[in-house]
C-alpha cells in the first residue's frame, strides 16, 4: 500500500474528516519544549492536522434567539468522542500498515507543565500542541484578528485534532491566504466590549486583537466554556462575536 500525503488525506475524510493538511516537524523547531510534537514523539516526522466542521444550523436557534441547545452536539466538547473516533480510525489504518501513530485532541493550554520532567532536557507533562499553529503550518488557515481561527472552507466553524507520525509525507506550504479583512464585525457585535481591535496580541506566532478574557467569559450570547477550564476564554464560535464573523464571510465569499 503507498502511503503517501494523498492516500492519508483521502483515508482522513473517508474516517469522517472535512478537512486535512499535513505539516512536517521542521515547522515546529522553534515552537518552545512545553507545545513540541517531538517532546511527544521524538520521532515524528509528519504532523496530521484534520478539521471538523461546526454544523451552520447548529447556529440557527442561536441567531433566532429560540434554541441554544442544538449547538452542545457542534461544541469542540460535545464533539470530542466524534473527532476521537475518526482520528482513532485513521491512526489504527497506519499503525496497520507498520508505522506509529499518536492521536491528540486540543486540550486546555493551562494543563502544561503541571508534572514532573522525567529527564532534565525533557519537557515537564503535560506537553500540548497549540493546535491552531499546526493547522496553520499545515496549510489549513489562519488565525482572524478576532481570535477565531479561519479556514476557506468554514471561517470559524471547524474543531481540529491531530496525529503525530514516523511517517514521512510530504507536507503542505503553511497557509499564505487572506481570510479575515479586519472588518470588525466581531467587534461591534460583543455585548461586553472584550475584542479591543486597538491593541494587537499574538497566541504564539499568530496575531489577533487582543481578547479581555473576564469580559468574554460573563457573555450569555452563546459562549460555552472550555472543557476541563473554566478560567480560560469559553468557545465564542456561537457567541455574537462568533457569528458576527460567520455572517460577514459568508456574504463576502470568504467562506462557503
Not at 478539521?51 to 436557534?61: E, P, Q, S
Not at 442561536?62 to 491512526?91: F, K, R, V
Amino acid at each position: 500500500m503507498n502511503m503517501d500525503a494523498n492516500f492519508i488525506k483521502e483515508q482522513a475524510k473517508k474516517c469522517g474528516a472535512d478537512i486535512v493538511g499535513i505539516a512536517s516537524i521542521d515547522r515546529f523547531v522553534n515552537a518552545p519544549m512545553s507545545e513540541n510534537p517531538a517532546q511527544i514523539k521524538p520521532d515524528t516526522r509528519s504532523v496530521i492536522v484534520l478539521g471538523f466542521r461546526i454544523l451552520r444550523g447548529a447556529l440557527r436557534g442561536i441567531e433566532n434567539g429560540t434554541n441554544w441547545g442544538s449547538y452542545a452536539a457542534c461544541d469542540p466538547s460535545g464533539m470530542c468522542t466524534y473527532m476521537q473516533e475518526a482520528t482513532y480510525h485513521l491512526c489504527r489504518l497506519i499503525e496497520n500498515n507498520g508505522y506509529e501513530a499518536l492521536p491528540l485532541i486540543r486540550h486546555s493550554y493551562d494543563l502544561r507543565e503541571t508534572g514532573v520532567p522525567v529527564a532534565p532536557d525533557r519537557a515537564a507533562p503535560d506537553v500540548i500542541i497549540d493546535m491552531e499553529y499546526a493547522a496553520w503550518a499545515a496549510g489549513l488557515g489562519e488565525m482572524g484578528m478576532g481570535k477565531f481561527f479561519l479556514t476557506p472552507q468554514f471561517g470559524p466553524r471547524q474543531v481540529f485534532s491531530a496525529i503525530l507520525t514516523e511517517l514521512d509525507l510530504a507536507a503542505d506550504e503553511p497557509f499564505a491566504g487572506n481570510i479575515c479583512d479586519r472588518c470588525g464585525e466581531c467587534v461591534r457585535a460583543c455585548p461586553a466590549m472584550a475584542i479591543n481591535s486597538a491593541v494587537t496580541a499574538s497566541q504564539g506566532t499568530l496575531e489577533h486583537w487582543q481578547l479581555a478574557v473576564p469580559s468574554c467569559q460573563i457573555c450569555q450570547t452563546g459562549t460555552t466554556p472550555r472543557p476541563y477550564s473554566l478560567g480560560l476564554e469559553p468557545n465564542r464560535v456561537s457567541a455574537a462575536c462568533g457569528r458576527a464573523c460567520v455572517k460577514h464571510l459568508e456574504a463576502k465569499k470568504r467562506s462557503c
